[in-house]
């Protein structure tokens, strides 16, 4: 009986988990497009950009002080789930913000803010249903899964995902993997309910087997990793360095803000702000300039550091699609091929999340690429190091 009724109990948090992510991924996905559209057609917006950094600091400095920490938050509540419930506004300031900087031109992702509304309105149902420590961390878990597998319509690398982002050991059983899957496939389907269609990438072409070819695809999962590498290292250090000398958040943001506009205005680099999904369709089929990836990795890397909100991962596959699209002219590989690996690969080597990578591949681009994808991904994130780009290096 007690077992009937633990069930029974997994199974309406499970659907409220799925609903609450499912809808909330849908109705961001929605505005982002939207958001995007129109700063494609009104360019200008990026000017305001400092504008927008000023909102988005004052709200965190302010009333959205206790959840400024993001998924870092999320990371410390999974491993010491005693801490208290995550804030209920996380999840509205994080969606109002993660806006405000696609709107307005920023170099960001999408990731961070579908783990922020799933985690930050799951969290609330702790209370209610009476939870322990352990049932509190296999939530969170849940709910993370559920957050990243309905944003990009990969339910199992969502799952897989959350059990590598930050599982803690005590609430991980073959039970509370089983739910963690569960919730990420149902949140999948509420949000594809809503109408939600999720971009395609398409690798057409496999390399041919021989010495030499896998000889340049362990090369190619070297240089991806050694791009994770430089991606983490360089993060932390604009973080590091733009705490220090801009130690004002309204003023980082503005200043930020306002470099972020002049450097696209400058370099007419409006390809390279946003989620960027059209260049990262095109470097499939067209042989990325070399260096768009460093410009790519800079923007983000600038607008991340000066407080802009949205996530890593959705840039991290610009970064790596752009990048094995590039490698393409110098290397007998297939471009989708490259580009597809480099797409999975920078970030699972970034995240430290290998096997979610590996899976993410495996649910865009088919069954075929998975064995390559695994074999790229371990290298990649070996080649990178041992942080993530959520811990500290």
Not at 86 to 91: E, G, I, K, T, Y
Not at 213 to 222: E, P, T
């Amino acid at each position: 009986m007690i077992y009937i009724r633990s069930f029974a109990k997994w199974m309406v948090i499970c659907i409220l988990i799925a609903i609450l992510a499912g809808s909330g991924s849908a109705l961001f996905l929605v505005l982002l497009d939207y958001c995007t559209q129109i700063r494609m057609q009104q360019r200008f917006l990026i000017a305001l950009l400092p504008i927008a950094g000023l909102i988005t600091a004052l709200i965190y400095q302010t009333v959205g002080k206790p959840s400024s920490l993001g998924n870092q938050l999320i990371v410390e509540n999974i491993l010491q789930p005693s801490k208290p419930v995550l804030p209920f506004l996380m999840a509205p300031f994080i969606f109002a913000t993660t806006l405000l900087s696609h709107l307005f031109g920023a170099s960001a992702g999408r990731e961070g803010t579908a783990l922020q509304i799933s985690t930050g309105l799951s969290d609330q149902l702790t209370k209610p249903f009476n939870l322990s420590d352990n049932e509190r961390a296999l939530l969170l878990l849940a709910a993370v899964a559920a957050g990243f597998g309905s944003v990009f319509g990969t339910p199992i690398a969502g799952a897989i995902f959350a059990l590598e982002f930050a599982t803690n050991k005590k609430a991980v059983s073959l039970y509370s993997i089983l739910l963690v899957f569960v919730c990420a496939f149902l949140a999948h389907w509420v949000c594809l309910a809503w109408g939600v269609v999720h971009t395609e990438y398409l690798i057409k072409q496999l390399p041919k087997i021989s010495f030499i070819n896998l000889l340049f695809i362990v090369l190619v999962s070297i240089i991806f990793g050694l791009v994770a590498f430089a991606f983490k290292t360089g993060l932390h250090y604009f973080k590091v360095k733009a705490s220090t000398y801009l130690p004002n958040e309204l003023w980082r943001s503005v200043i930020g803000g306002a470099f972020i506009a002049l450097i696209v205005y400058i370099t007419n680099g409006f390809d390279f702000i946003g989620l960027g999904i059209e260049s990262m369709v095109r470097a499939f089929d067209t042989p990325a300039h070399q260096y768009d990836f460093a410009i790519k990795m800079f923007l983000t890397i600038l607008t991340l550091s000066v407080g802009f909100k949205g996530g890593e991962v959705t840039p991290l596959f610009f970064i790596g699609a752009t990048l094995g699209s590039g490698l393409s002219l110098v290397l007998p590989l297939p471009i989708s091929f490259l580009a597809g690996m480099g797409m999975v690969s920078v970030f699972g080597a970034s995240a430290k999340t290998p096997l979610a990578a590996a899976l993410l591949a495996l649910e865009l681009f088919g069954k075929e690429y998975f064995i390559y994808s695994f074999a790229i991904c371990i290298i990649a994130s070996f080649i990178a190091g041992k942080k993530s780009i959520y811990q500290p290096l």
